[in-house]
């Protein structure tokens, strides 16, 4: 309307429209209220726009008339004004700014007004391009759309609403809508004292109130609006975040909910790093500050605090927010100070400050860190001492977690002052448990800001930490000591003091980091590893202790007091102290030692006088006395001295309870006769000798042990010392020493022969002289008690004999002595303990001679033996010599004899001894030898024959024997010649590659063990079987004698692997020093050398492992260079006899192929899976589980090799033609059910990313897929089939689940992938494959599945699939038709369907009418034609309906089958091939006729019966428009009827009945005497005595009569009725039966000729309706007659029923007939006729009520009784009654329950009471 009048506005002059509008006020005024509405909606947009015009008239004229309409409208809001209209104008892009002026304020006018349906859709229309229209206009409009969606959609907003709503998303006007529906979202009612509210601007406030207030529920209405609006609208999480999280905390608990749900759905999207977004949040948060500089109206207010908060948990996850600068700090500074700031703001604004600090650009920090910093703690001040509530803690936690990120982020904040570090231990020290981890962390960072600080600051520091380092809170401590590491440098003697005063806190953490401080622990400083750097000074050390305190040095003393510090820091103390004077020693090894450092020793020594007072512990003392002797073996003569001064003091300490302080005592007291006179020597010794003879119950143990050691010492030096001592004084103590040995026990005899050996070890011990001899050898003495201890238990006294041993016979010179001793020594080797055989072997070596070890070791060390120095000989063998390579060479030539006998014994007897324990020993004396003798000239001689014996030893059982025979094997290749080495390492490479030579047999004897004990089991009696006379008589009573060589070759086997193992040990050494002479072996040995890092021994494991690191610096170039030949052994390997290497290679190839390219392992693929499918298959358990990750490997790598977007597309289709042939045929046909498994998911994985890849063998996985749908079925499914009819189950169900099952299984799976990527050449191949199939493929889900793939085939291929039709249908259709399973041949059925779609019309015809044909075979035919029809009408309809007048008439017929299946399935044909059921059969109706006609007369009964059915259908459907077809129904119906009778004949009588009643016109008007012929043939029908047939007959002869009308049939009839009823009424009354009895009979009696009662009155009342009125009376007798047989008591209620109705259609028809044939008949006739039906009659009606119980019969006989009595009624008085029923029928009335039948009962005795009677 609009456009139409603007344009005519335009054409007009000023004048006219000064007239047009002075017309339309005129009109306005004289227009009535209810009127005014139509006619403003046309003239308010016109005047409007009039506005337009320059004219001043006419701009008057305009105001007059909105004037006059404004004053009409302003009190009558039920008149609406155009609001579309008025939009139009306002937005139409001509208007002037005057015409959108007015407009604007009408569109607000009209939105009051508008319906809610009309604002609801114009409401969204008007923010659309609303940020084009000026501020005042933008206002009025966002104003009216929130009214709106306030009102329309505070509960809800529908889907055509929202849609409209959505197209703001991708707009401008977006941003204006948003910003407004914030403000509207934050304004809450102003306070009484006025100001803008939380988050707003005076300005804001203005422009979203307007000039009305908001408040209540419109104001929760409209944020409700809005949020339901904004929730539908997909902004993006940014645009929607602060409208969200201010609804959230609304005031009003609605909006609060729905805000907070709209809130936790959208916060996850949302990028809280947007700039723009973060902006707007500081801003609600911080409001308009005063830099802004902005107008009082346009400043913001800051946000309330329930809003400050929920901002604050956005910020903290907002790195942008960290790094806002100004307004972060501003944020920070109003939580802290703001005005009504809360605790639990200052709490979140500390923990915004941690986020700050931990995410904050470092150059705004700079900025802000100082001004926070001082903001905390200012505010920590601020707090008492301890805060009670949990806000206070937590901001006091996030305060320190604060200081601590500042002191990471700037540390030149703090490093110029210790303010901070003091008030932060002050804190640790003041506030409660809960916060002092805080601050623990809190410190430890701010450690690394001191860390450069200057000079004055950390000495400071140091007083600040040691005196924290002494507090009581365990925290404080730890913060000293960890700042004490990490601040100084190793050197730093403060911090290292700190540490030991630490050493001994009572807390784990603390004392564990003083270790790692002082670096007595592995792990410590980070530090360079230099000594020089290390460790300070020992001077500066010693000195700092001592300045800290000094009364450590006042040692007398303080002897028998308390110790100054613990224990523990003592012996830590001492221990760093020791290293510190070590290292300086060594440094200084070559230059004399100056007088300050021999000053601080001596210092030194007085420091560990004092650790040895009474007060300290047994580790104390034993720290400290053998720190004595470490001194001491530096600094001999110092402490020499020092010692001669203390003899007395050492002399006490003999005694002590430590073992180790007792030695080293002992060697002190040996130390410090050195440094006294020879008298006082001999004097001390003498003192000793004296106090060890005592009665040994006299002397405690400790004090004898004690003695005996200084005696040995003090006789050593005394011997070793030049000059000597005199001989005597040592021959006694020899005798001594001698006595002790053989009158005491093993303990105190082993130390007193460790005192021997200390005396042989500086020289031959002295004969002894007695009175009986000249002289004696020692051992000659002490043999045979020797000989009785080294048998005994006590390894430690046997180990220290052994040793003792080599040190007396290490300057022997007598050969018997030497023998002795080495008998002693050979003694051992069957000995279990490892201990007493490194002992035997070192003291070996000393009989060897050329041991690196000199008296004053032994004498003046801490020394022990050789075997403790040389970790039990596996230390490194440099390590060994380099440490002793300046020790003296011994006496050669006095040990030749020795030395052969020694070598004798061990080539000889010991390490190829059947015994594994004498070979452990000559292992262990041999390796020894080599370790301690090794640059000996008769050892180097000797070197091929020990490569020769360790060689043999790698293979042992015993592990120690292994390890020790690898090592030997080490040091041998370190001390031969190149000859030897090369030698050395074939052998080893042979060994590992199993090529190495025969080995040197071993006889066996009858104890030799064989397998370790338990290796094999138990005998059948539960004995052990290890030994070889085991293994005999096993062999010899399981009767197989032969058995004993599969033992031994599975003990050769273990050997091997034994010795592989042992090998892997000495090559990983070797392999270190060999290089370049292994590299021709790599080839061979890599690919071992990976399978056996695989193998199921761990040891073996790790023995290569160790090999590999060693020979390999590459491992991944290694692999790749060799990968074919790692491959070619692996693979060989999978088929060993042996599993470990089945296991092992299976293992190693799993990880191999991982991450492989096709040219890498192309070649290896197939064998790479036989590989894996035979292991899966294995015997053995672990090997299975082997093949199962190996297929696991390999499917991967199949899988990515054969994708094509991850491989080339030639090696995916190489790779492909590999290892899907091999998967068809192998994999998924394999009897292994793991297997089968595996190859058809790697086959569906194939299918999935092979793609065009596939195309080459589509048709073998078809196939395959195909087949194995029913081969990999459960089994159990296909036995429950069998035996579904026994136990109740449905075979037709079960085959469906079947079917489902199978289309749910991988290989359906793989099947519809191999459909995307069918091509016409590949269809070529696929279709005769799939008739193979079809063909000859068995079980149910193959052949379901072939017919669904071929369906699915076809419709994806469409007219490709052409060339192929007609094959396919041949094939297809026989199978459909033959086909057992009803789901099969469904499946077949549909394929033939969709084939049909594609095919000639010639085929399609065929194909039709041969499946037509199948209607009138057996049920398999009939079940197929209805699937093919079913199929052809759903998958092409449009062929099918060419051929309709050959299909619709079988399948009409073919509806009425008897079987239910077969007649369910054409009736769902049916449906889907008609439209309407009648139409279809009009239009085809000649052509089903005719098919009937066919169908009936032939010979089969099926198909006569299911055409009278097909005929009864037509009729009830057509009705008389059957009536051109009807005659030749009816001439077959007449012609069929005659004759036999057949199951199912009545069929036609019911058939011929409805054909009667719908085309009765016809007959007659064609044959008049044809009722009359279908009258004859049914009654004939009526005397069959068949009881359904007969009951047929009379049901259509019923039909026939009502359908003719005739009155002639009454006649014809009703004489045979007559008859029949009275033969059924002999029949009954001759037998007294109860009503249950007649219904037995009846049933029983069904087939000998019973005339169902019921009917046959039917037929009589049919009969009484069409009769002539003289007719009825002049056959009365009998019509009363019959109806009194039908009331009697021998029938059943029904048969009564019929009786009643029988009465009832007698009285009607009596009543319509009275009055039209009254005139023609006599009076008495009719009257005496109704005079005696009534008074026959009515008793009968009352005994029916009477006796029978069922209410539908009293109701009828009721009714009937009242037409009776009415008809009686008009003949009354002629005939009185003559009998009074009112009687009965009052009692039948008190009895009645039916309400029904008592009211009419009380209507017949009403009438009976009006009648005349004859009282």
């Not at 609006?229 to 609804?247: N, Q, R, T």
């Not at 920090?365 to 601020?382: E, F, Q, R, S, T």
């Not at 490093?415 to 809190?442: D, G, Y």
Request: include cysteine; glycine fraction near 6%; aromatic fraction near 6%.
């Amino acid at each position: 309307m609009e456009g139409s009048s603007s344009s005519s506005l335009v054409s007009k002059s000023d004048g006219e429209l000064e007239e047009m509008l002075d017309r339309m006020l005129t009109r306005l005024a004289l227009c009535d209220d209810s009127k005014l509405e139509a006619l403003v909606s046309k003239l308010l947009p016109l005047t409007i726009s009039s506005l337009s015009s320059q004219s001043p008239s006419v701009r008057n004229k305009v105001l007059e008339i909105l004037s006059h309409v404004n004053k009409r409208v302003k009190h009558h809001h039920e008149i609406g004004l155009p609001l579309l209209e008025l939009w139009k104008l306002y937005t139409d892009p001509a208007a002037s700014p005057m015409v959108r002026n007015f407009a604007i304020v009408y569109v607000e006018m009209a939105f009051e007004r508008a319906p809610a349906k009309e604002r609801e859709d114009i409401a969204p229309k008007t923010l659309e391009n609303v940020s084009k229209f000026p501020q005042q206009h933008q206002e009025i409009i966002l104003r009216i759309a929130i009214k709106v969606i306030g009102e329309c959609h505070a509960r809800q907003i529908s889907d055509d609403v929202s849609v409209k709503y959505k197209s703001l998303i991708a707009s401008q006007d977006k941003e204006i809508f948003l910003d407004f529906c914030l403000h509207m979202l934050l304004y809450q009612p102003p306070p009484q004292g006025g100001g803008s509210p939380p988050g707003l601007s005076v300005f804001q406030v203005n422009r979203i109130t307007g000039k009305q207030e908001l408040k209540g529920d419109m104001l929760t209405k409209r944020k409700l609006g809005i949020l339901n609006v904004i929730g539908i609208m997909d902004f993006h999480g940014e645009s929607v975040y602060p409208l969200y999280l201010a609804a959230s905390v609304d005031s009003q608990e609605p909006v609060a909910k729905r805000g907070e749900e709209l809130f936790k759905k959208n916060a996850s999207s949302t990028n809280l790093d947007d700039p723009k977004l973060i902006k707007r949040l500081f801003l609600l948060f911080n409001g308009t500050t005063a830099t802004e500089h902005a107008a009082p109206e346009h400043s913001v207010a800051p946000g309330n605090i329930a809003l400050k908060m929920k901002l604050m948990s956005g910020f903290c996850r907002s790195i942008a927010a960290a790094n806002s600068f100004p307004a972060t700090l501003q944020c920070i500074f109003g939580c802290m100070y703001g005005s009504g700031t809360t605790l639990r703001l200052k709490q979140m604004g500390m923990e915004f400050t941690v986020w700050v600090f931990k995410h904050g650009k470092i150059d705004q920090l700079k900025l802000m860190g100082p001004v926070i910093l001082n903001a905390i703690l200012k505010m920590l001040d601020g707090f008492t001492g301890s805060e009670a509530d949990s806000l206070s803690r937590e901001t006091k936690t996030f305060s320190f977690q604060a200081i601590g990120l500042i002191a990471q982020r700037l540390p030149q904040l703090f490093r110029e002052k210790t303010e901070m570090a003091v008030r932060l231990f002050n804190a640790l020290k003041l506030e409660t448990q809960s916060l002092r981890s805080t601050i623990q962390e809190a410190i430890v960072s701010l450690a690394a800001a001191y860390k450069d600080s200057p000079e004055n600051i950390l000495r400071d520091l140091e007083v600040l930490l040691l005196e924290n380092s002494l507090a009581e809170q365990n925290e404080a401590r730890f913060c000293a000591l960890r700042w004490a590491t990490s601040l100084y440098n190793s050197q730093h003697c403060p911090s290292l003091y700190i540490c030991m005063l630490s050493a001994a806190d009572p807390k784990l953490d603390i004392r564990e980091l003083a270790l790692e401080g002082l670096f007595l622990k592995e792990e410590g400083r980070s530090v360079v590893s230099n000594h020089d750097h290390k460790y300070p000074k020992f001077v500066e050390m010693l000195e700092y202790i001592l300045k800290q305190q000094p009364k450590l040095l006042d040692s007398s003393e303080m002897r028998g007091q308390k110790l100054l510090f613990p224990s523990q820091v003592y012996v830590v103390m001492i221990k760093f102290l020791v290293k510190c004077f070590e290292l300086q020693m060594e440094e200084n090894n070559t230059q004399a030692v100056g007088t300050e450092f021999l000053y601080s020793a001596q210092r030194m020594c007085l420091l560990l006088e004092h650790s040895l007072a009474f007060e300290g512990s047994a580790e104390l003392h034993a720290c400290a006395s053998k720190a004595l002797v470490s001194v001491g073996s530096y600094l001999p003569e110092m402490v020499e001295v020092y010692c001669s001064r203390k003899v007395v003091w050492l002399r006490r300490l003999l005694s002590h309870t430590d073992l180790s302080t007792r030695e080293s005592a002992s060697r002190l007291l040996g130390m410090a006769s050195c440094a006294l006179s020879d008298a006082e020597s001999c004097s001390l010794l003498s003192e000793l000798i004296a106090s060890v003879s005592q009665p040994t119950q006299k002397l405690r143990f400790e004090a004898h042990h004690g003695g005996l050691c200084a005696v040995g010492y003090v006789s050593a030096h005394c011997l070793y010392r030049i000059p000597a001592v005199s001989k005597a004084v040592v021959q006694n103590a020899v005798k001594c020493l001698v006595d002790v040995v053989n009158l005491e026990t093993a303990p105190l005899a082993s130390v007193a022969m460790e005192a021997l050996g200390h005396i042989g070890i500086c020289g031959p011990l002295p004969l002894l002289v007695n009175d009986s001899s000249p002289g004696t050898q020692v051992l000659e003495v002490l043999q045979e008690k020797l000989s009785k201890l080294l048998s005994g238990d006590d390894i430690k006294s046997v180990q220290i004999i052994a040793l003792s041993l080599g040190h007396i016979c290490s300057h022997e010179m007598s050969s018997s002595h030497l023998k002795i001793a080495l008998d002693l020594l050979f003694s051992l080797s069957r000995s279990k303990a490892e201990e007493i055989l490194f002992a035997a072997g070192e003291a070996l070596s000393f009989l060897w001679g050329d041991v690196p070890v000199t008296a004053d070791m032994i004498l003046k060390t801490n020394y022990t033996s050789l075997s403790t120095d040389s970790n039990f000989l596996m230390r490194e063998v440099k390590s060994v010599s380099k440490k002793f390579s300046d020790a003296k060479t011994g006496d050669e030539d006095s040990h030749v004899a020795s030395r052969e006998t020694i070598s004798g014994k061990l080539f000889d007897t010991l390490l190829y001894s059947s015994r594994k324990d004498e070979r452990c020993a000559g292992t262990v004396w041999m390796l020894s030898l080599i370790m301690y003798c090794g640059q000996h000239p008769s050892i180097q001689l000797m070197l091929p024959k020990i490569q020769e014996a360790f060689s043999h030893l790698l293979g042992d059982q015993n592990e120690l024997t292994q390890e020790l025979a690898s090592q030997g094997m080490s040091i041998v290749y370190e001390l031969g010649d190149s000859a030897m080495k090369q030698s050395l390492v074939d052998a080893l490479v042979n060994t590992l590659t199993g090529t190495s030579k025969r080995k040197r047999a071993i006889k066996l004897d009858e104890e030799t063990e064989v397998f370790q004990e338990g290796t094999i089991g138990e005998s059948p009696s539960g004995g052990k079987i290890s030994t070889y006379k085991e293994l005999c008589n096993l062999a010899n009573e399981m009767g197989q004698p032969d058995l004993i060589y599969k033992f031994m070759d599975l003990a050769n086997h273990q050997a091997s692997l034994n010795s592989k193992r042992g090998a892997a040990f000495g090559f990983s050494k070797i392999a270190k020093q060999a290089g370049d002479a292994l590299r021709p072996h790599l080839r061979l040995l890599i690919p071992r050398l990976i399978r056996y890092q695989y193998d199921p021994d761990k040891n073996v494991q790790d023995a290569m492992a160790h090999i590999w690191k060693a020979l390999i610096q590459d491992p991944k170039k290694a692999v790749d260079e060799h990968l074919n030949h790692i491959f070619d052994d692996l693979l060989v390997q999978c088929g060993s006899r042996l599993w470990r290497s089945r296991e092992a290679s299976c293992l190693a190839l799993a990880d191999i192929i991982q991450g492989r390219k096709f040219d890498q392992v192309g070649e290896h693929l197939k064998r790479l899976w036989i590989a894996a499918f035979r292991a899966m298959d294995d015997i053995k358990e672990t090997v299975r589980n082997a093949g199962d990750k190996l297929c696991r490997s390999v499917t991967s790598l199949t899988i990515r090799i054969c994708d094509i977007t991850l491989t080339e597309i030639s090696d995916a289709r190489q790779a492909m033609d590999i290892v899907l042939p091999f998967l068809l045929s192998e994999g998924i046909m394999s009897k292994v059910n793991s297997v089968r498994k595996a190859s058809i998911a790697v086959v569906m994985k194939l299918a999935k990313g092979a793609g065009v890849a596939l195309r080459p063998h589509l048709s073998d996985l078809v196939c395959c897929m195909l087949e194995s749908l029913s081969s990999l079925e459960d089994q159990g499914l296909n036995y429950v089939e069998l035996h579904a009819a026994n136990i109740g189950i449905e075979t037709e169900k079960l085959e469906n689940l079947r079917i489902s099952i199978s289309k749910g299984s991988p290989m359906w799976e793989t099947l519809d992938l191999c459909i995307n990527i069918v091509d016409t050449e590949s269809l070529e191949q696929l279709i005769p494959r799939l008739t193979q199939l079809v063909r000859g493929g068995v079980g149910l889900n193959t052949r379901v599945g072939v017919a669904s793939f071929i369906s699915l085939l076809v419709q994806k291929v469409g007219t490709e699939i052409k060339p192929f039709t007609g094959m396919l249908l041949r094939l297809l259709f026989p199978v459909a038709k033959e086909e057992k399973s009803s789901a099969a041949k469904r499946a077949f059925s549909s394929a033939c369907g969709v084939v049909l779609k594609y095919s000639s019309p010639s085929q399609a015809q065929s194909l039709i009418e041969e499946t037509a044909a199948l209607h009138s075979g057996d049920r398999s035919s009939q079940i197929a034609c209805a699937s093919l029809f079913k199929s052809f009408s759903s998958t092409a309809s449009d062929i099918m309906s060419g051929h309709q007048s050959a299909i619709v008439p079988v399948i009409f017929i073919s509806r009425f089958e008897d079987d239910k299946q077969i007649s369910s399935l054409f009736e769902e044909v049916w449906e889907d091939i008609t439209s309407g059921e009648r139409v279809t059969l009009q239009l085809f109706l000649e052509e089903i006729v005719n098919h009937i006609c066919e169908s009936i007369t032939s010979s089969s009964w099926a198909s006569k019966k299911k055409s009278g059915k097909a005929i009864s259908k037509l009729t009830e459907v057509l009705g008389d428009s059957l009536s051109p077809q009807h005659n030749k129904l009816l001439q077959c119906l007449i012609n069929e009827i005659p004759g036999r009778l057949w199951e199912g004949k009545d069929a036609l009588l019911d058939a011929l009945g409805a054909l009667s009643v719908s085309c009765h016109e016809a007959i007659t008007k064609e044959h008049p005497k044809t009722p009359t012929v279908i009258l004859n043939l049914i009654c004939s029908a009526c005397k069959k005595k068949v009881k359904k047939y007969r009951e047929s007959a009379f049901s259509c002869l019923e039909k026939v009569i009502i359908a003719f009308g005739d009155p002639e049939f009454f006649n014809a009839v009703f004489p045979m009725l007559y008859e029949m009823c009275n033969t059924a009424s002999v029949k009954t009354n001759s037998q007294v039966q109860s009503a249950s009895d007649a219904v037995k009979t009846e049933s029983e009696n069904g087939e000998d000729g019973h005339v169902p009662l019921e009917k046959l009155m039917e037929c009589v009342k049919s009969c009484i309706q069409v009769a002539t009125i003289d007719d009825i009376i002049s056959r009365k007798a009998d019509l009363i007659h019959v109806l009194l047989i039908s009331l009697s008591p021998g029938f059943l209620w029904n048969v009564k029923i019929s009786g009643i109705s029988c009465l009832g259609k007698l009285c009607s028809r009596f009543q319509s007939l009275w009055n039209d044939s009254m005139d023609g008949l006599l009076p008495s006739d009719a009257t005496k006729f109704a005079h005696e039906l009534f008074h026959s009659l009515v008793p009968k009606l009352l005994e029916c009520i009477n006796t029978v119980k069922i209410a539908q019969v009293h109701v009828a006989a009721s009714q009937c009784m009242l037409e009776l009595v009415e008809v009686y009624s008009k003949v009354s008085s002629l005939h009185p009654v003559e009998v009074d029923f009112k009687g009965e029928i009052n009692s039948l009335i008190e009895l009645e329950k039916s309400e029904e039948a008592k009211s009419l009962l009380r209507k017949s005795r009403d009438a009976l009471s009006n009648l005349p009677s004859l009282n």
